[in-house]
């Protein structure tokens, strides 16, 4: 399986409640791109599964009008802020094994899945920025059952 992990784009700084934040327009810029720059690669996700955060809805529906899901974009509470990496082994669990699935959320929570995938001890040995891009090749959902492919911020995609 592969997993694509996510981070939202730039977004409004608290000028309304957390959950309604929407996108600047850098964010909107940012989550095309991320369509774009995934559709360049080749990585086709058969399944976007995002946050139910307006922000991380944003991206993921911006990247998605590029990458065209067969499913289209799925809200999942389970990767809401405060997400644990269980969680997303969970709902790896209900997807085929040999599918692509791009998930969409949040920080801190992202970088302490990232860190679990590969069984690292610190979340801080990855740093999502926001609209940052990971692959990882997951033998199995689970704690040190995946390799990072790669981890892309921002700039390199642009």
């Known amino acids: 399986m592969d ?10 700084h608290e000028t309304r409640p957390d959950f309604d934040r929407k996108l600047t327009l850098k964010g909107e810029k940012q989550s095309a791109r991320i369509g774009k720059f995934l559709a360049a690669l080749g990585v086709w996700p058969d399944r976007i599964i995002t946050s139910p955060l307006v922000r991380a809805r944003q991206t993921a529906d911006l990247a998605a009008a590029l ?7 799925e809200v999942d509470e389970r990767l809401a802020c405060g997400m644990q990496p269980d969680d997303v082994y969970a709902m790896l669990h209900e997807c ?3 599918a692509c699935v791009m998930i969409v959320g949040h920080e801190p929570d992202l970088s302490r899945l990232c860190s679990d995938i590969t069984a690292m ?3 801080y040995c990855f740093e999502m920025k926001k609209a940052s891009v ?3 090749e997951l033998e199995r959902p689970g ?5 990072l492919c790669w981890l892309v911020p921002p700039k390199l995609h642009s």
């Not at 997993?3 to 409004?12: K, M, S």
């Not at 704690?143 to 390799?147: A, I, V």
Request: aromatic share 4%; charged share 30%; proline share 3%.
């Open 67 to 73: 990458l065209k899901p067969e499913k289209g974009v």
């Open 134 to 136: 990971a692959r990882f």
């Open 3 to 12: 997993l694509i992990v996510v981070r939202h784009a730039d977004a409004e």
């Open 96 to 98: 085929d094994a040999g």
């Open 143 to 147: 704690r040190g059952g995946g390799m």
């Open 121 to 123: 001890e610190s979340s």
